[in-house]
C-alpha cells in the first residue's frame, strides 16, 4: 500500500516532531492518482511544458544508461518526446511520452500515451530460442491512445487500445482502466488482434 505524505506523513507528524514548512515557488503537482501521473507525464510534450526539462539553471539528471541513439523511419512525430534506445517504426506518433528501449512496429499509431519502455533488449537469438511470438513494445499495425504502457509490455500486431472517458473503471490480470485511461501492468501481455475500448 502506498502512503501519502501530504495526508498521512505530514499530519501524523505535527505535535509528535518539529513540522516546519518552506515556500516553494518552482514546479510542483501531485501526481496521487492515475489521472495526475498521465497529466504531468504528457504535459511534457506541451510546446512550453509547466516542468522545464531543459532549464540550464536547474538542471535535470538522469542515470547514464549508455544506449545508443533512437532510430525512427517513416515516422510522423508530433508533440513527443522519445528516450533513448527507441526503434520506432510507427506511422505517428503524436502527444506521447516514448521510453528508453521502446519498440514500435509498422504502421502503428501512438497517440496521447505514456510508454515506459524496456528495461533490457531482446536479441534475435533469445526471441528464437524462448519462441517469443509477441516481442516487447507494440507490435504492427496497432492503435493507441490516451494509454500508459507500463515497463516491459508485450502488445501483439492489430491491438487497439482506446482509452477514454466512455469506458467504465475495471480491472484485468493484465490492465486496468481508471478514469478514462488504459493502463498495461508490467510486463503485460496482450495478444494479437485485441480491442481493449
Known amino acids: 500500500d ?11 507528524a505535527i505535535g509528535k516532531l518539529k513540522v516546519v514548512s518552506f515556500p516553494f515557488e518552482g514546479y510542483w503537482t501531485d501526481i496521487g492518482n492515475i489521472d495526475a501521473f498521465f497529466e504531468a507525464n504528457i504535459g511534457l510534450t ?15 539528471y538522469t542515470r547514464a544508461r549508455m544506449l545508443p541513439t533512437s532510430k525512427i523511419s517513416g515516422t510522423l512525430l508530433n508533440k513527443s518526446v522519445i528516450a ?14 516514448i521510453g528508453v528501449r ?25 526471441i ?5 511470438d509477441i516481442l516487447m513494445g507494440v507490435g504492427e499495425r496497432c492503435q493507441v491512445e490516451n494509454a500508459i504502457i507500463d515497463k516491459n509490455c508485450r502488445v501483439g500486431d492489430d491491438v487497439k487500445i ?16 481508471k478514469e478514462g485511461i488504459v493502463v498495461l501492468k508490467k510486463g503485460a501481455i496482450i495478444p494479437k488482434g485485441t480491442l481493449i475500448g
Open 128 to 132: 528464437e530460442r524462448n519462441h517469443i
Open 2 to 12: 502506498l502512503v501519502d505524505f501530504g495526508k498521512e506523513i505530514i499530519p501524523q
Open 84 to 97: 533513448d534506445g527507441c526503434i520506432v517504426h510507427a506511422s505517428k506518433i503524436e502527444r506521447s511520452v
Open 102 to 126: 521502446s519498440r514500435i512496429g509498422k504502421d502503428s499509431v501512438i497517440k496521447n500515451t505514456y510508454m515506459m519502455g524496456s528495461d533490457y533488449y531482446e536479441s534475435l537469438e533469445d
Open 46 to 60: 506541451d510546446d512550453i511544458p509547466r516542468f522545464n526539462l531543459f532549464d540550464t539553471t536547474k538542471t535535470i
Open 162 to 177: 482506446l482509452g477514454g472517458t466512455h469506458l467504465a473503471d475495471t480491472e484485468t490480470e493484465s490492465y486496468v482502466i
